[in-house]
């Protein structure tokens, strides 16, 4: 299939795409005005039990501008028209705006998200490769036994004993993503690699899970790919054990785990939340719970659609990675 196929495949994805986040904008934007009452609707009853009358005729103000007094999907309205087009309202425990609060988080949690998935690939692709290559080897069978720990070991869990460790034996916190110096400070170069060396430490701890995993589908799809006729071939006609091991059998071992790399966005994004929490990182989870908790409609919301965005894009590239990868894939 030639450049026109790949371009209507794409323009196929992206309309599914927009279909998705009109239907994740909607249930979600009802599933967090479930429980009964707002944020509100509590702070209303405070300031009333207050006595204190000009914030009440504020909050009347802010119920009106965003619609609050009307039914459900005039709210709904009001605050998906206003969110395509960069207003993403207002954060009413915070009394800020959505957009300010939003930003940065959610740049760090790309960040992090991203050093994740390189740290998981780098690490687990390698030892993939070589388990499926010395099979029932020493090697092997210490990678395996790694590899299940590290699968039954939650991410919070391990950043609990890091920090205490670190505290308790080395008198230094390894929570953060940045000196503190730099927590409040502008962006800067001096900034930036600050970032990166605090990163690594939460995008190894919430990739744990995720690098067992691999780990158990590189090395099994690599051992069923060996058997193969193509490579028994490759192997036949004489070619050095280390290509026909690379460029063959592993390209075609390695398709299963890009399609699951897109799906893997909201596994690291959820795991992060609560990494995030025990190691007070300044991503998006920890705020995006708050907003929940306390039912800060335009915050939650917000966050859950930047969420699956991140989520619908990163299964689009692994998507045409995967097509890119392996020209057999037709773009049906």
Do not use: C
Not at 31 to 47: A, H, N, R
Not at 284 to 308: H, N, S, V
């Amino acid at each position: 299939m030639g450049g026109m196929g790949m371009i209507t495949y794409i323009a196929r994805r992206v309309l599914y795409s927009i279909v998705l986040l009109i239907g994740v904008s909607i249930i979600g934007f009802a599933v967090i005005q479930l429980p009964p009452g707002d944020y509100l609707t509590m702070y209303t009853m405070e300031l009333r039990a207050r006595g204190d009358k000009s914030a009440l005729q504020h909050l009347e103000e802010l119920k009106i501008r965003y619609g609050l007094d009307r039914p459900m999907h005039e709210q709904y309205w009001i605050w998906i028209t206003h969110f395509v087009r960069g207003d993403f309202g207002r954060s009413f425990k915070y009394e800020l705006s959505v957009r300010e609060l939003v930003g940065q988080r959610l740049a760090l949690t790309v960040a992090l998200t991203l050093a994740t998935m390189l740290l998981t690939w780098v690490i687990a692709i390698p030892i993939g490769i070589y388990s499926a290559t010395h099979q029932y080897s020493l090697a092997d069978q210490v990678f395996t036994t790694i590899s299940f720990i590290g699968l039954g070991t939650p991410g919070f869990l391990l950043a609990l004993i890091l920090l205490f460790i670190s505290a308790f034996y080395f008198g230094q916190s390894i929570g953060g993503l940045f000196s503190a110096e730099f927590v409040d400070a502008p962006w800067t170069l001096a900034r930036f690699i600050d970032l990166l060396r605090h990163l690594w430490v939460p995008a190894l701890i919430t990739g744990v899970s995720g690098t067992a995993s691999l780990i158990r589908i590189m090395r099994a799809n690599l051992l069923d790919t060996l058997g193969q006729p193509f490579v028994l071939a490759a192997r036949a006609k004489g070619l050095k054990e280390r290509v026909v091991i690379l460029k063959h059998a592993v390209r075609i071992a390695i398709n299963p785990l890009i399609s699951i790399m897109g799906m893997s966005l909201p596994d690291i994004i959820s795991g992060a939340a609560l990494v995030s929490i025990v190691l007070n990182l300044p991503t998006a989870g920890p705020l995006f719970l708050e907003a929940l908790r306390y039912q800060d409609m335009f915050l939650a919301g917000t966050f859950l659609m930047f969420l699956t965005i991140m989520l619908v894009i990163g299964n689009l590239l692994a998507d045409i990675a995967l097509a890119w990868v392996d020209p057999r894939i037709r773009y049906d």
